[in-house]
DNA sequence: ATCATATTGATAAATCATTATCACAATGTC
DNA sequence: GACATTGTGATAATGATTTATCAATATGAT
């Protein structure tokens, strides 16, 4: 990740733009509107780099490969449309789960995932 | 799943015995304790039939291949130890996370999962 | 107990996402 | 602008998980 490129900020752009997490293929397709000889090596080579450098980081969902999202956002969660399948971030949190936890447990992070129609899907 | 054969005995039984989401490798070290010569394939077959016959059901994670736990639970979510990787079935659920949506969106269900050390692990 | 056939176990093959390879192109330093 | 070097794109290779294949075995109806 030293020279800047087309395709590097083509990347970047689309991630900032999106402002989503998007999967390795949805990035490839944005970006393509920019740099339209893109290649799917490149996407990956730098979404590795984007993380490695702190400045993305990947979105595991259950059963879903990977996607990346842009670092530095508070803690979130995030919407999953099962008609687009696009993933969308959410704002707040329940907070609080000990409740759920079996005595001599203890919890150290959580994920939630609402899953549902989005706004454009509902149109 | 036409017959009753020792190895599909074997897994309904370390499934019921375990009592929690168990990944085919687990079962397979597990129900050979029961039926030493087990296979993989025949795990995979059986936890295939089980889910089509609708017995257990599929338990994804993020960023996890699948596991597999028996079918008829009441709704719950799951506890992923992050020192043994086992996963605990959970209790309780904050119920409502429409505060969560952004406008215009719709849920249809939702998932949590909690990471920590489970008791186990804790001693 | 016999027999038709479903099941098993070992392993080859298929899948799918990701990474490695390598010739060619682009970057940016001098 | 020349050049050393990094980056790109096409695609082969990889790795991990799951499924298919098939000869041998086990099941259960007769």
Redesign the interface.
């Known amino acids: 990740m030293e020279r800047s490129t087309r395709q590097r900020q083509a990347i970047r752009d689309v991630m900032t733009e999106l402002d989503r997490p998007l999967s390795p293929t949805e990035v490839l397709e944005a970006a393509r509107h920019k740099v339209p000889s893109m290649g799917i090596a490149t996407v990956y080579r730098t979404l590795k780099g984007l993380v490695e450098e702190g400045s993305a980081v990947p979105v595991?969902?259950?059963?879903e490969a990977?996607r990346y999202e842009l670092a530095g956002k508070k803690h979130h969660?995030h919407?999953h449309c099962?008609l687009c399948g696009k993933v969308?971030e959410?704002?707040?949190?329940?907070g609080d789960?000990s409740?759920?936890?079996?005595?001599?447990?203890?919890?150290?992070?959580?994920?939630?995932?609402?899953?549902?129609?989005?706004?454009e899907c509902?149109k």
């Open positions: 595991e969902l259950p059963g990977p969660h919407f099962t969308f959410l704002e707040g949190c329940p789960f409740f759920m936890l079996p005595r001599g447990f203890k919890t150290e992070k959580h994920e939630i995932v609402l899953y549902g129609r989005c706004s509902l």
